[in-house]
């Protein structure tokens, strides 16, 4: 399958219309509104990236940079495969397109994800899916405030210099840290 990959950095409303739905049907509850990803990218703290099998939209991520200087890490907030062609390597080809991308162009040491520490069977699922593309599930079990389900983080090394040296403490520090730029007001 030909999976064409496209990065934005800027609103493209026509672009939001055709995502929405593989957005809202992945996450129903809990994300982010139009509103905030719309300023996360004026802003230019996140990038919009998107799959694309002859040209329909079957794929489609939020990703932004943490961390300053030697060690920067790419935090996915979110990443959703239409639920009519799941199953088919379609999240995998194009989580592999992201990590390329990351390396490439801001030369990452790791890519965090943060993922539902429920135990329903989707959520062993989804961090099945994480796990069989290197990431390693970290054992803290964070709480937010303002949501009810807890999470866990998720660490994909891309250099063998980055170790976990918690139980995924400081994983919740880049990602922390990428949410409150996120909902900051300009």
């Not at 139009?34 to 230019?44: F, N, T």
């Not at 919009?48 to 300053?68: C, K, N, P, Q, Y």
């Not at 099945?128 to 290197?134: A, K, N, P, Q, T």
């Not at 040296?165 to 909902?183: C, P, R, T, V, W």
Request: charge should be negative; hydrophobic fraction near 40%; aromatic fraction near 12%.
């Amino acid at each position: 399958m030909n999976l064409e990959w496209i990065t934005y950095s800027h609103w493209d409303k026509n672009l939001w219309n055709a995502v929405e739905p593989i957005y809202r049907e992945a996450f129903p509850s809990g994300a982010k509104t139009e509103q905030i990803l719309h300023s996360m990218l004026d802003r230019g703290i996140a990038q919009f990236h998107i799959g694309r099998v002859h040209d329909v939209i079957v794929a489609m991520a939020v990703t932004g940079l943490s961390g300053e200087g030697k060690d920067p890490m790419l935090v996915i907030d979110y990443l959703a495969v239409d639920k009519n062609q799941r199953g088919q390597g379609i999240g995998r080809q194009f989580l592999h397109r992201i990590c390329e991308w990351a390396e490439k162009e801001y030369h990452v040491k790791g890519i965090i994800i943060e993922v539902e520490a429920g135990t329903t069977d989707t959520h062993a699922e989804r961090i099945h899916f994480w796990e069989r593309s290197g990431f390693i599930l970290t054992p803290y079990v964070h709480q937010y405030i303002w949501v009810p389900e807890p999470y866990q983080a998720m660490l994909l090394p891309l250099d063998p210099s980055i170790i976990i040296q918690d139980e995924g403490q400081s994983l919740f520090q880049h990602i922390n840290s990428f949410h409150k730029k996120a909902y900051r007001q300009r």
